[in-house]
């Protein structure tokens, strides 16, 4: 059974940092892309960054590039999303799914995705 595991989340003030982890089970990352959702009640998923299969490229969102930084350790089977200089506005939950090998822009072609982990940035 293949799982997806957020953790990480949490209440931070801005300009704070975070760092997720999406922790993978019954597949293996050397063959999956993994990206990184967001959403807020009351709108659409939003893909913010993705990292191909072996991490050859990578991509960010303009509101987060630069303030995010995707990693991978396949041999771990983890994807880590560290968040800095974090505003209002990236208060979400997060959720990491994966695709086989290629980044998509699109959230219906990943096959797998975690519940998510809700990540509060307020003062």
């Known amino acids: 059974q293949v799982q997806l595991v957020e953790s990480g989340g949490g209440l931070v003030q801005p300009g704070g940092s975070l760092r997720l982890s999406c922790e993978a089970s019954?597949?293996?990352?050397?063959?999956?892309?993994i990206g990184w959702f967001r959403q807020v009640p009351g709108k659409g998923r939003e893909g913010i960054s993705c990292?191909?299969?072996?991490?050859?490229?990578?991509?960010?969102?303009?509101?987060?590039?630069d303030r995010f930084t995707l990693s991978r350790d396949n041999a771990k089977n983890t994807v880590h999303l560290q968040m800095n200089s974090l505003r209002a506005e990236d208060t979400a939950i997060y959720s990491c799914a994966a695709v086989l090998y290629h980044c998509?822009?699109?959230?219906?072609?990943?096959?797998?995705r975690g519940q998510g982990t809700q990540v509060t940035v307020s003062s």
């Open positions: 998509s822009r699109r959230a219906s072609d990943f096959r797998f």
């Open positions: 019954g597949l293996d990352l050397d063959h999956y892309a």
């Open positions: 990292t191909s299969s072996r991490g050859e490229s990578t991509y960010y969102i303009d509101s987060v590039k």
